[in-house]
Structures are given as C-alpha cells and as structure tokens.
C-alpha cells in the first residue's frame, strides 16, 4: 500500500511539473513573439574607402545609426571646419592647372630633401662629436653629464626631424592623390 502510495504522489508531481512546463512554454514562446514584433530590424552601416571616417574611431555599441546626417557628410564638414580654424580653404588649396600641381609637388618634394640632408648633417655631426668624447678618456671622466645631455638634445633632436620627414612624406602622397583625382596625368605627377 505505501508503494501505491508513494508511486501516486510520484505520478502526481511528475504530471503538475509536465503541466507547469507546458504552461510556461506556452507563456514564454508568446513573450518571444510579442518581443520579436517589438524589435525594429538594426539599421546596419556598410564601411567603404570612400566613408570610413580616418579621425574618429568606429565603434559598434555606439550611438545607432539612424541619425539624420550621413557619417561622411558629418566628416567632410568636421575636416572643413578644421582647414578653416587652421585658415584653409579648399579653393586656395588646390590648385587649377598641371604646371600648378607639378610645383607644389616639386616643392614638397624639395622641403622632403632638405630635411632628409639636415638629418644626415645631424648625424655626422653626431658621430664625430662620439669619436672626439670616447678619444679622450680626461673628457669621459670630467664631462659625463654634459655629454649625457648633449647626447638626449642630439636623440630628440633626430626624433623630431624625422617627425618632420615623416610628416612632410605623408604630405606629399596627399598631394599626388589630389593631383590624381583632379585629373592630372601620372606622369606629371611624378
């Protein structure tokens, strides 16, 4: 009799859990309906060349992508206002002709020159300024800090030209892009 017993009270809780289940699968997959009809679709943004912002940094829990200006809009206002803060504007910029665009181009490439022949100047110098410090064991004893800051100002003093190198370099490939999308030949270009 206790088995019967204990195999009812079994059965009975086996089927109020089936029934408690099914009711709150029920209730779930509605709940997931109802959210799926409340969920807009995501408005996703396509990434080209042409529109991927080079300022900014792309994030992709930021703010959603249903604002009203276009992201490129956004930047090339955003690059405008910053030529103007810095006093130029895109019609005094660029120039109209090929022979215009071959001397920025030449000129660029000349300022490129003359800081790669200051940096080389700047590292001879260097080197002979070692060989008369190490030369001379009585300045190695006497002149340690001195030589140590003259050291420092020499490394800063490269870093900084070769900033510049860079900097003007990067320049220059911006200019021949322009030159080559306003329709100037390449070989002028070059």
């Known amino acids: 009799m206790k088995r019967i017993g204990c195999k009812l009270a079994v059965s009975v809780v086996v089927v109020a859990s089936a029934q408690a289940a099914g009711a709150q699968s029920e209730s779930l997959g509605d709940y997931a309906r109802a959210a799926r009809k409340q969920k807009r679709p995501a408005a996703k943004m396509v990434y080209t060349n042409d529109n991927l912002p080079t300022t900014t940094i792309i994030s992709v829990v930021g703010p959603s992508a249903t604002t009203d200006e276009n992201p490129a809009e956004k930047l090339q206002d955003e690059k405008e206002k910053q030529e103007q803060k810095e006093g130029k504007t895109s019609e005094n910029k660029a120039p109209q002709g090929e022979q215009e665009w071959q ?4 000129a660029q490439k000349k300022k490129i020159a003359d800081l790669e022949r200051e940096l080389d100047l700047l590292q001879r110098e260097y080197k002979l300024q070692v060989a008369n410090y190490y030369a001379d064991a009585g300045t190695q004893l006497r002149d340690r800090k ?18 510049q190198i ?3 370099k990067a320049q220059l490939q911006d200019l021949e892009e322009q030159a080559r999308k306003a329709g100037v030949s390449s070989s002028a270009v070059q």
């Open 103 to 106: 001397d920025q181009i030449s």
């Open 146 to 163: 001195d030589w140590a800051d003259q050291e420092a100002k020499f490394r800063a003093d490269v870093a900084d030209r070769q900033k």
């Open 166 to 168: 860079s900097e003007a």
